[in-house]
């Protein structure tokens, strides 16, 4: 491997992420992600109290997909961006986008422009996420990037732990157009510290090239298609039968061009590795959506509460992420991976018991706790296996295409969640355990194939 040497002559074979070479950078990424994260925190909070003043409850689901939506097609234009003309353009426009998103949120007067504003969100943070991967890559020695994931993993722990009680108490004593509003003046500070220091810095062989509109149209259609299938599934109606087959017709044939060859049937390697992405984020981040909304309709808590339910996940998630970044979890990074999807997959279980109106609400907080933890394991590894198996030309596309994963577990995940709900009874115990527990299959489907990562 090429030792990066930075522009002031300081070698960087021995510096940390946080030592002079790279002090900057992280501090950049790390305020970029707490952002994110504090944003993801608010929305799961705030959004029941949205829904309900907008009377949109029916649309509760859809403001969740539509965010992924956007972010497929901005994914896909940020991996061709960065390998073409690297990733300090991607990243400014995303954060910028990001932000105008959440004005749009907070200052909506019904449920659809809502939804816009989280549409906008998507677009802007799928840009934004993507381009960190690339810098990851490009920016950071093969040593270091576990720890600079786990970073990532560790700007989640404020924004857990802080970030529900915060938008539990705008949303109730200010409102929760605040907990969006609140947010755009913050965006400057990653800005400025972040993307000076991404100056020079370019994709791999193919820096220069043309955009592939090829691919591009691709990532049009499976935005375009997957929209369509969300729209269908609120309907659930004769009406709903045509969009629904269009929608189909565009997302399949572009999901299996974007991602790698035999990402579905769990070929092994790479493939697999972007399948986990997939099946682990959307299953788990899917439940985690409507457990705010269960605590609030099943069990009459107050958002803050609601909110808080979720802290221990955020904390336990940062310190999985932190337990694989340690030098003695190379050797098992694969067995990182299944372990904490098994993890995962006994707390969302554990959730579906919790839908019962007279289970006890701490056990929603001890299972996220422990799921948390497993997610934090598995996510970072499958970024560092997903560098192990990629060549630096192909570190965009490769990244994209674990994004698009991602974004397209949640879309398939929380969209077959919410067409539950609705069918099984909105804000019943029915329709909350049918959620869960099709989590739950997800997850262990993710256990199942995990041993086909191995090239």
Same mark, same amino acid.
């Given at each position: 491997?090429?030792?990066?040497?930075?522009?002031?002559?300081?070698? &960087?074979?021995?510096?940390?992420?946080?030592?002079?070479?790279? $002090?900057?950078?992280?501090?950049?990424?790390?305020?970029?992600?707490?952002?994110?994260?504090?944003?993801?925190?608010?929305?799961?909070?705030?959004? /029941?109290?949205?829904?309900?003043?907008?009377?949109?409850?029916?649309? %509760?689901?859809?403001?969740?997909?539509?965010?992924?939506?956007?972010?497929?097609?901005?994914?896909?234009?940020?991996?061709?961006?960065? &390998?073409?003309?690297?990733?300090?353009?991607?990243?400014?426009?995303?954060?910028?986008?990001?932000?105008?998103?959440?004005?749009?949120?907070?200052?909506?007067?019904?449920?659809?422009?809502?939804?816009?504003?989280?549409?906008?969100?998507?677009?802007?943070?799928?840009?934004?996420?993507?381009?960190?991967?690339?810098?990851?890559?490009? $920016? %950071?020695?093969?040593?270091? $990037?576990?720890?600079?994931?786990?970073?990532?993993?560790?700007?989640?722990?404020?924004?857990?732990?802080?970030? #529900?009680?915060?938008?539990?108490?705008?949303?109730?004593? *200010?409102?929760?157009?605040?907990?969006?509003?609140?947010?755009?003046?913050?965006?400057?500070?990653?800005?400025?510290?972040?993307?000076?220091?991404?100056?020079?810095?370019?994709?791999?062989?193919?820096?220069?090239?043309?955009?592939?509109?090829?691919?591009?149209?691709?990532?049009?259609?499976? @935005?375009?298609?997957?929209?369509?299938?969300? %729209?269908?599934?609120?309907?659930? &109606?004769?009406?709903?039968? #045509?969009?629904?087959?269009?929608?189909?017709?565009?997302?399949?044939?572009?999901?299996?061009?974007?991602?790698?060859?035999?990402?579905?049937?769990?070929? $092994?390697?790479?493939?697999?590795?972007?399948?986990?992405?997939?099946?682990?984020?959307?299953?788990?981040?899917?439940?985690?959506?409507?457990?705010?909304?269960?605590?609030?309709?099943?069990?009459? %808590?107050? /958002?803050?509460?609601?909110?808080?339910?979720?802290?221990?996940?955020?904390?336990?998630?940062?310190?999985?992420?932190?337990?694989?970044?340690?030098?003695?979890?190379?050797?098992?990074?694969?067995?990182?991976?299944?372990?904490?999807?098994?993890?995962?997959?006994?707390?969302?279980?554990?959730?579906?018991?919790?839908?019962?109106?007279?289970?006890?609400?701490?056990?929603?907080?001890?299972?996220?706790?422990?799921?948390?933890?497993?997610?934090?394991?598995?996510?970072?590894?499958?970024?560092?296996?997903?560098?192990?198996? @990629?060549? /630096?030309?192909?570190?965009?596309?490769?990244?994209?295409?674990?994004?698009?994963? &991602?974004?397209?577990?949640? *879309?398939?995940?929380?969209?077959?969640?919410?067409?539950?709900?609705?069918?099984?009874?909105?804000?019943?115990?029915?329709?909350?355990?049918?959620?869960?527990?099709?989590?739950?299959?997800?997850?262990? *489907?993710?256990?199942?194939?995990?041993?086909?990562?191995?090239?």
């Amino acid at each position: 491997m090429t030792t990066l040497t930075h522009p002031t002559g300081v070698d &960087d074979a021995s510096a940390g992420i946080l030592d002079r070479p790279f $002090r900057m950078l992280t501090i950049g990424i790390v305020a970029c992600v707490l952002l994110i994260a504090f944003e993801a925190m608010a929305v799961n909070t705030a959004l /029941p109290v949205a829904a309900k003043a907008l009377h949109g409850v029916g649309l %509760y689901a859809f403001a969740f997909t539509g965010f992924f939506t956007s972010s497929l097609l901005a994914m896909v234009v940020s991996g061709e961006w960065c &390998d073409k003309r690297g990733p300090m353009l991607p990243l400014g426009v995303g954060i910028a986008v990001f932000g105008v998103g959440l004005v749009l949120a907070g200052t909506a007067t019904s449920m659809w422009t809502f939804v816009g504003g989280r549409v906008t969100q998507g677009f802007g943070a799928g840009l934004v996420i993507v381009a960190l991967y690339v810098v990851v890559g490009l $920016r %950071y020695p093969e040593r270091l $990037r576990p720890k600079v994931f786990a970073a990532f993993a560790a700007s989640w722990v404020l924004p857990s732990v802080i970030g #529900p009680l915060v938008a539990g108490t705008v949303t109730q004593h *200010i409102g929760w157009r605040w907990v969006f509003l609140s947010i755009p003046v913050l965006i400057v500070a990653p800005l400025v510290l972040m993307l000076p220091q991404l100056r020079g810095l370019h994709g791999g062989d193919a820096d220069g090239q043309p955009l592939d509109r090829r691919r591009l149209r691709l990532a049009l259609a499976l @935005s375009v298609g997957a929209g369509l299938l969300q %729209y269908a599934g609120q309907r659930l &109606d004769l009406w709903s039968l #045509p969009p629904a087959a269009l929608g189909a017709a565009l997302l399949v044939p572009a999901a299996l061009q974007l991602l790698p060859r035999g990402t579905f049937r769990a070929r $092994r390697g790479l493939p697999t590795v972007i399948l986990l992405r997939g099946i682990a984020a959307g299953a788990f981040i899917s439940a985690e959506a409507f457990i705010p909304l269960m605590l609030i309709t099943q069990h009459g %808590y107050s /958002p803050t509460f609601a909110g808080l339910s979720l802290a221990g996940g955020g904390i336990a998630w940062a310190g999985g992420s932190w337990l694989q970044g340690r030098p003695w979890a190379e050797p098992y990074r694969l067995r990182l991976v299944q372990a904490g999807l098994a993890v995962a997959t006994v707390a969302v279980g554990l959730v579906a018991l919790a839908a019962q109106p007279s289970a006890p609400a701490p056990l929603v907080a001890a299972a996220w706790t422990l799921g948390g933890c497993g997610m934090g394991l598995a996510i970072a590894s499958i970024g560092v296996l997903l560098f192990a198996l @990629s060549a /630096p030309e192909e570190t965009g596309a490769n990244s994209a295409s674990l994004q698009v994963s &991602d974004a397209l577990g949640n *879309i398939v995940c929380t969209g077959l969640a919410g067409v539950l709900f609705t069918t099984l009874g909105t804000g019943t115990t029915s329709g909350f355990m049918a959620v869960f527990v099709a989590m739950t299959a997800f997850m262990a *489907i993710g256990v199942a194939v995990c041993g086909r990562a191995r090239p």
